[in-house]
């Protein structure tokens, strides 16, 4: 299956458990996978027959610009959740990075794998 991908998406929100990450914004970086047949697109050369990465992202952007959550599992599984919902993809692989969250590591966090269901 063909993918369309979007790299070190870089989205400022309230996240986090401890009463100092519930005072401030810390910006999360975003890498998508999303499975969609390619070929369409190729054969029309038209962008309404794409999977957008620019609308998939601007989407997100505004879903996790308000989102207040504790846990990036959490955040992590919503947005997984509305590109399946939202947009023709068959899967998504999603990775949530925390930058600077744990000394030491460049980036903590998660990564989802979802499959639309049937
Ligand atoms: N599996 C997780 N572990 C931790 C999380 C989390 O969201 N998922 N969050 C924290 C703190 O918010 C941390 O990021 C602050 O440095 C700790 N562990």
Not at 34 to 41: E, H, I, K, L, T
Not at 82 to 100: C, D, N, Q, T, Y
């Amino acid at each position: 299956m063909d993918r369309v991908f979007i790299e070190g998406l870089e989205i400022d929100a309230l996240i986090g458990i401890y009463d100092w990450e519930r005072r401030i914004r810390q910006t999360l970086v975003f890498d998508l996978e999303m499975g969609f047949d390619n070929r369409v697109p190729a054969a029309s050369d038209d962008i309404a027959d794409t999977l957008n990465y620019k609308a998939v992202s601007k989407r997100l952007i505004a879903y996790v610009s308000q989102s207040e959550f504790g846990l990036v599992e959490t955040l992590a599984e919503r947005c997984a959740e509305i590109v399946l919902s939202e947009f023709a993809v068959s899967h998504v692989r999603l990775k949530l990075s925390k930058p600077g969250a744990v000394r030491g590591a460049k980036a903590v966090g998660v990564i989802v794998e979802r499959a639309r269901a049937g």
